[in-house]
């Protein structure tokens, strides 16, 4: 009868153990809670649209997919805020080519047109290029050109 009750007790510390240890290594190391509301496989990110003369839209923490494009985010915005959007994709390495936000359009005579940063960067590749990564800021500019 006492052998029972011992493997019993064994059991059970193991098990306590087991389910305490479980419980720490779920805690953050920096002893702050882990908050979060955010889908697997789901980012958030911002958009800023500068239309020139001082009228910016701004739109905060944006879901999207994992692999979204600055791109995908702009037609989303687009079409969740009725915004006309223009554009043509040239596929392949040059992508797509923004023409007009909102109705306002390139003046490729003037050398102003749309052209976008990511996290205060100006990009470096086109908008349908530029993977999004969570709490990445897009800012799309309407502004003379930057390229030299």
């Known amino acids: 009868m006492k052998l029972p009750i011992k493997i019993i007790i064994i059991i ?5 153990g087991f389910l305490l240890g479980w419980q720490v290594a779920l805690a953050p190391a ?11 496989g789901e980012i958030k990110t911002d958009l800023a649209i500068d239309f ?10 944006i879901a999207m997919p994992e692999g979204s494009s600055v791109f995908d985010l702009l ?5 969740e805020n009725n915004l006309a959007l223009d554009y043509k ?4 390495k ?11 359009k390139n003046a ?6 749309w052209q976008f940063w990511i996290n205060g960067q100006y ?13 990445d800021k897009a800012e799309w500019k309407y502004i003379k050109g930057q390229i030299d």
């Open 30 to 40: 920096d002893g702050q809670p882990v908050l979060t509301n955010q889908n697997a």
């Open 108 to 113: 490729l005579a003037g050398d102003t047109f």
């Open 52 to 61: 020139g003369g001082g009228r910016i839209q701004n739109y905060n923490q």
């Open 89 to 92: 994709d040239y596929g392949g």
């Open 123 to 135: 990009s470096q590749v086109g908008a349908s290029s530029y993977k999004l990564k969570d709490g």
């Open 12 to 16: 059970l510390i193991f098990a306590a």
């Open 75 to 79: 037609k989303k915005a687009a079409a």
């Open 94 to 104: 040059m992508g797509v080519f923004i023409n007009s936000i909102d109705n306002i």
